[in-house]
């Protein structure tokens, strides 16, 4: 394992040194300096030779003890317990009431190989009756696959595997690179930016029956106007480039979002979309719908921190679709994806600037998911501008909108098909 070398009497001047230590073995390590602070340690050496009750009742767990305790001795005087492997149960909303609350303990003489390592742990998830649950295995901070065991165990004694079940990770704390690793997988690369398309609407078309009674507006740029006049009213009372608040920046997206999804036919826009996978959980700003399934996803953020929010829409994006596959098409653990050959799209705005994002297989030999992202695209909405003005400088994003919506149900029309079929 990689370990941070500090020397063994080197002091922590203060807690957060003592949390960047801490945080360089593991992130998750950094919560414990508070308490462990205050039980006097104060370097490297302390903290290798800090005794496992001290330890338990500063709240560290039990298989995070034996690593730092071995990786914060330098000098090998520090008692060897064997090399700690930690698994991480993701646990989903609907099994917590029965998921155990504390981790438990398994061992091995000598080292497995990686598929043993693999049964041991399914079968101790059958004993917890966690079978569906996905896991992630880590020594220190470096993930553990099977190309990379063999090297991370070497030829140590005896090891342990300290099984933890942790509950689904907040959408909001996805950092941009696990967003884009849980979405396009390990070896992903990142997004290329390219053009997206924009939809060819024909504004002397007649809306159909359902808009017409529902609204009493009849042809397609009597909807348009009427998007014009919606974003002029709430730009009269508020300026948009002043919102502090990202509900309040949803109040310019939604008026888009239903105008595009009426135009491109056949689809539902849901707010506060309620998402939970046991990789990651939270409500999502907004979905666009078809048949359940949603093909867009949308995220509201603010003004300064919008690329910093990739990996909430990465993670957004996977959840939706895990859901899906989960819930409607009860898809099993080890089961194949039956959509993974269709897309996912996604939408990271503040009203007044959008990023469009697209996830799809380009049928390449090495199979792996292409994500491309357009540049940004601005719109001049300010406070007391007209609602002619409002309508055109709105109108490149909409008609993006609308053709993204209308690839993403022809993408799909051919699994709908076979779905009806079965």
């Given amino acids: 394992?990689?370990?941070?070398?500090?020397?063994?009497?080197?002091?922590?001047?203060?807690?957060?040194?003592?949390?960047?230590?801490?945080?360089?073995?593991?992130?998750?390590?950094?919560?414990?300096?508070?308490?462990?602070?205050?039980?006097?340690?104060?370097?490297?050496?302390?903290?290798?030779n800090f005794r496992e009750p001290h330890y338990l009742a500063c709240a560290v767990p039990e298989g995070h003890i034996d690593d730092i305790k071995a990786r914060a001795d330098t000098t090998g005087q520090a008692k060897a317990k064997g090399q700690t492997f930690i698994v991480s149960l993701l646990v989903p909303c609907t099994m917590e009431k029965k998921a155990p609350q504390e981790e438990c303990q398994v061992s091995f003489d000598r080292p497995p190989s990686y598929l043993a390592l693999l049964d041991r742990i399914e079968q101790q998830q059958t004993?917890?009756?966690?079978?569906?649950?996905?896991?992630?295995?880590?020594?220190?901070?470096?993930?553990?696959?099977?190309?990379?065991?063999?090297?991370?165990?070497?030829?140590?004694?005896?090891?342990?595997?300290?099984?933890i079940p942790q509950k689904a990770k907040p959408l909001s704390s996805f950092t941009n690179e696990e967003g884009m690793e849980l979405l396009m997988g390990p070896n992903y690369q990142e997004a290329e930016t390219q053009p997206f398309p924009l939809a060819d609407l024909n504004t002397s078309a007649r809306l159909d029956d359902a808009v017409r009674q529902a609204t009493n507006l009849v042809f397609v740029k009597d909807l348009l106007s009427h998007l014009g006049v919606d974003?002029?009213?709430?730009?009269?009372?508020?300026?948009?480039?002043?919102?502090?608040?990202?509900?309040?920046?949803?109040?310019?997206?939604s008026p888009?979002?239903?105008?595009?999804?009426?135009?491109?036919?056949?689809?539902?826009?849901?707010?506060?979309?309620?998402?939970?996978?046991?990789?990651?959980?939270?409500?999502?700003?907004?979905?666009?719908?078809?048949?359940?399934?949603?093909?867009?996803?949308v995220e509201g953020k603010l003004h300064d921190t919008l690329k910093e929010r990739e990996g909430q829409l990465y993670a957004?994006?996977?959840?939706?679709?895990?859901?899906y596959l989960r819930m409607k098409l009860k898809?099993?653990?080890?089961?194949?994806?039956?959509?993974?050959?269709?897309?996912?799209?996604?939408?990271?705005?503040?009203?007044?600037?959008?990023?469009?994002?697209?996830?799809?297989?380009?049928?390449?030999?090495?199979?792996?998911?292409?994500?491309?992202?357009?540049?940004?695209?601005?719109?001049?909405?300010?406070?007391?501008?007209?609602?002619?003005?409002?309508?055109?400088?709105?109108?490149?994003?909409?008609?993006?909108?609308?053709q993204l919506f209308v690839d993403q149900k022809k993408a799909l029309s051919?699994?709908?098909?076979?779905?009806?079929?079965?």
């Avoid at 945080?23 to 462990?36: N, V």
């Avoid at 009756?129 to 099977?146: C, T």
């Avoid at 849901?270 to 959980?281: G, I, K, L, N, V």
């Avoid at 699994?415 to 079929?421: D, I, K, L, P, S």
């Fill in 127 to 163: 004993a917890l009756n966690l079978e569906q649950v996905k896991f992630h295995i880590k020594a220190g901070k470096e993930s553990v696959r099977q190309h990379n065991w063999a090297c991370l165990v070497g030829d140590s004694g005896a090891i342990k595997l300290s099984i």
């Fill in 231 to 253: 974003l002029a009213l709430r730009c009269l009372r508020s300026e948009p480039g002043l919102h502090s608040r990202e509900h309040v920046n949803r109040e310019l997206i």
């Fill in 316 to 323: 957004s994006m996977h959840a939706c679709r895990e859901q």
């Fill in 414 to 422: 051919s699994f709908w098909c076979q779905r009806a079929v079965q």
């Fill in 1 to 48: 394992m990689h370990c941070t070398r500090i020397s063994s009497m080197a002091r922590f001047e203060n807690v957060t040194e003592l949390a960047n230590f801490l945080g360089e073995l593991d992130e998750d390590y950094a919560g414990y300096a508070p308490a462990l602070w205050q039980k006097g340690i104060r370097n490297a050496m302390q903290l290798a």
């Fill in 256 to 297: 888009l979002l239903y105008v595009a999804s009426v135009l491109a036919g056949e689809l539902e826009v849901a707010a506060e979309f309620s998402t939970r996978t046991s990789d990651a959980a939270g409500r999502v700003d907004f979905v666009v719908l078809l048949n359940s399934f949603a093909i867009t996803v």
């Fill in 331 to 402: 898809k099993r653990k080890r089961e194949t994806d039956p959509m993974i050959q269709d897309p996912s799209a996604g939408i990271l705005t503040h009203g007044t600037a959008y990023i469009f994002y697209k996830r799809y297989y380009d049928r390449q030999p090495d199979g792996q998911p292409v994500l491309t992202c357009s540049e940004f695209m601005y719109v001049n909405l300010h406070k007391g501008i007209s609602a002619g003005s409002a309508a055109d400088t709105v109108m490149k994003v909409v008609r993006t909108m609308v």
